[in-house]
Each structure stands twice: as structure tokens, then as C-alpha cells.
């Protein structure tokens, strides 16, 4: 292939991504929504062809004359491997380059137990998924993998995360480097849950995506874009202080914040002190279930408590969604009810004029899809398109 510079590759990922986004799947599409020359299109569209990323398919539908060929992506390009971890599972994905799945797995772990032994469970998995779906480790494309924990995005560097002992400053990408020819992205596990759920609310705009487990997290989106902030730290809500709670020690040091008195490690704490038999949240969720009336109060009460500090933020950011997430999420009429009635009573009716308050989507899938949204984003950007054309084609060493 041709040396390519900067500038072409700009358009080229630009062709790139509306296809694969399914905004544009014919070159006189493609011309309507860049502006570029039909001959322009022709010519970046004949060379991601050329380099095996793109596909004429079947004619389109047309009015009068010749139809035209749709476009797109090679699903024998390469595969893309999605990771959630979470305190407790890791959950994979396998997904071609135009974002169809080949593979889901689910297994156990515990993030406690260090970088080395949870990313073998990792590598374990993904060995396993490939030989599933009948693909090599040199066709990974990407690896995306989302912690429980603050990210250092630019270099997938856990930073002092909470939960995650023995993580802090492991620089995780290193973990894969003589595995997979491959870019490894690590994000926080939150900020993947509300992209994935972004993809799939079309009326949304400015999406904030709470995540209530055994801790507590946030995820911002807006106009597309994740949100992280200057150092990666954006949304993260679980540690703002909630008022009159200053005798409550948190696990990361300080006292009051919204995770020590409203989390699922919290209810089960509170619950335990009241003599009842539970151990994790889905206990918690158990007994709600059951109609039990210190499960149900306590639920209640973190509700009003996640309301107020979600209050704030509606005030601050202005969202036109708040999705809520995590293993708490199911309890509608207890935790969803009192964090809206906080919500819509405490910010102000302008912020809320437009806002809907609704439960995840996809549930326990939105760490995997956000995190196989945000490693196709890489590979056809500008800065990720150059190493994926330098790939060899199928059938090639």
C-alpha cells in the first residue's frame, strides 16, 4: 500500500466510520455525508477495500438506473475481544470488526486477588472464545477492558483503585503485549456501561449511567462522547459526602461519602447489624423480594440518599437521562421510586423538564458492549486506522 499521511487518514477513518455506523452504505451516501467528490469517495473507499477492511455487499435499493453496491466492513478482518470486570465476574465478548458477536462468556473471580492471577482468567478465557469461534490470536484486532476502579486512560493504569488491591500503578496493557499484536484499552468499568447503554437510547443526548452494586459509580455521555474529565476521574459520584453522615467511615478514607451509606456492601452491613442473613447484595435484593420491612426501609433510605446527590449532578450537568445500573437496579418500586421522588423535588423544574429516570437496558451487558463500542472507535479513528491496515489479509502469515 501507498505511504499515507495524516490527512488521509482522517478521511479514511471518516469513510470508515459511517459505514460501520450504518449512516452511510453507498459511495453516493458517503459523498452526501462527508462532501467530499464521488471520485474522492471512490478512491478512499477502493483502498480500504484494497486493505481488506471494506466490502462491496448486495445492490442497494433504486429508484431508476443501476443500483448501487453497499458497503461494508470485512467481518474477516480480525475479531475485537470486550472485557467487564467487575469485584466478583468477568464477563467476554468476541465481536467482529463491524461489532457482530461471535462469543460471550461469563466466569468467576475475584478482583481482589491481583492484576497477574485476574488477567490470566482473562487471557484463559479469550484463548478459549477463539478456539470456539475457530480464529487465531493474531486475528485480535483490540482488546477493551473495564475495572471497578480509577483509570489512568492515555496508559490503562488502575489509579489507587478502592477494591482493587494490588492494582494500583499496573500498567495492564503490558499484561498482553507478548500475547497479542494488539492495542489494549482499560477504562473504568462505569464509564463502558453507560457508552454501551448510550448506543442503545436513540432519544438520549446527555446520559448519565449510575451504577449501584456493591459500590456505587457514574458514567457521563454526551452527544456520543464519553466523558472522563482531565484526569479520568469524571462521575465519580460514590464518594461525594452526603450531609449528616460524617460518623460513617468509607473504605477510601475519608468519612460520609454516598457509597459508605448507600451502596450494596452498605445495605449488607446495615442489614447485618439488624440480625438479618445476608451476605451480598443479591441477598439484599432477596429480601426486598420477600417483602422484608428493614430490607425495604434500608433500600428506601439509600434511594433518597443517591437522589440527593443525584439532584446535584441533574443541576450541574443538565442530562436528559439517567440510567440506573448494577445489581440494585431491579428494586423499580423501592430504589428507582425514591431516587426520582428526591430528583424531580430537589433540582431545579428546568433540569428536569426533559428527564427521564429508567433501569438499564442491558443489565449485566452493558460493560461488554460499551467496551466493544470503544475498541471499534479506536481502530477506525484516525490514530487507531493506520495500525489496522497494516494488518496482513486473511490467509496471510
Not at 451502596?263 to 452491613?269: E, P, T
Not at 428507582?336 to 443489565?363: F, H, K, N
Not at 475498541?375 to 494488518?391: D, E, F, I, V
Request: net charge neutral; hydrophobic share 40%.
Amino acid at each position: 500500500m501507498r505511504t499515507i499521511d495524516e490527512r488521509q487518514y482522517a478521511a479514511l477513518s471518516e469513510v470508515a466510520r459511517l459505514v460501520a455506523a450504518g449512516r452511510a452504505g453507498t459511495r453516493s451516501a458517503l459523498a452526501s455525508a462527508t462532501g467530499m467528490s464521488r471520485a474522492t469517495v471512490s478512491q478512499r473507499v477502493d483502498t480500504l477495500i484494497g486493505a481488506g477492511l471494506l466490502l462491496d455487499g448486495e445492490p442497494a435499493a433504486a429508484v431508476r438506473g443501476r443500483p448501487p453496491l453497499t458497503l461494508r466492513l470485512n467481518p474477516l478482518t480480525g475479531v475485537v475481544c470486550a472485557v467487564d470486570l467487575g469485584a466478583t465476574h468477568c464477563r467476554m465478548r468476541l465481536t467482529d470488526l463491524g461489532g457482530a458477536p461471535l462469543a460471550e462468556s461469563a466466569t468467576s473471580i475475584d478482583i481482589a486477588h491481583g492484576p497477574v492471577p485476574v488477567l490470566t482468567s482473562v487471557d484463559t478465557l479469550l484463548g478459549e472464545l477463539l478456539l470456539q469461534v475457530g480464529r487465531r490470536p493474531s486475528e485480535v484486532r483490540a482488546i477493551s477492558l473495564g475495572v471497578p476502579g480509577p483509570v489512568d486512560f492515555a496508559t490503562g493504569t488502575p489509579v489507587r483503585p478502592p477494591i482493587m488491591p494490588g492494582w494500583d500503578g499496573y500498567p495492564v496493557p503490558a499484561f498482553f503485549v507478548d500475547r497479542y499484536d494488539a492495542p489494549v484499552l482499560v477504562d473504568n468499568d462505569v464509564n463502558l456501561m453507560a457508552l454501551g447503554e448510550y448506543a442503545h437510547r436513540s432519544g438520549a443526548h446527555h446520559l448519565l449511567y449510575v451504577k449501584v452494586g456493591t459500590g456505587i459509580g457514574c458514567g457521563i455521555v454526551s452527544d456520543g462522547e464519553l466523558h472522563r474529565g482531565a484526569a479520568g476521574a469524571a462521575g465519580d459520584i460514590g464518594h461525594v459526602r452526603v450531609p449528616s453522615h460524617e460518623d460513617v467511615p468509607c473504605h477510601c478514607g475519608n468519612t460520609g461519602c454516598l457509597e459508605a451509606v448507600a451502596s450494596g456492601a452498605a445495605l449488607v452491613a446495615a442489614l447485618r447489624s439488624k440480625g438479618c442473613d445476608v451476605r451480598t447484595t443479591h441477598d439484599v435484593v432477596r429480601l426486598v423480594g420477600e417483602g422484608n420491612p428493614s430490607a425495604r426501609r434500608q433500600v428506601r433510605l439509600a434511594g433518597q440518599r443517591l437522589g440527593e446527590v443525584l439532584a446535584t449532578a441533574v443541576s450541574f450537568h443538565n442530562p436528559d437521562l439517567i440510567v440506573l445500573g448494577g445489581s440494585l437496579a431491579e428494586l423499580h418500586e423501592d430504589l428507582l421510586a425514591e431516587i426520582r421522588g428526591v430528583v424531580y423535588r430537589r433540582a431545579l423544574p428546568l433540569a428536569t423538564r426533559s428527564l427521564a429516570i429508567e433501569t438499564s437496558l442491558l443489565a449485566g451487558r452493558a460493560g461488554v458492549e460499551g467496551a466493544s463500542r470503544l475498541a471499534l472507535r479506536h481502530l477506525l479513528s484516525p490514530a487507531g486506522l493506520p495500525r489496522l491496515l497494516r494488518q496482513p489479509k486473511p490467509g496471510e502469515k
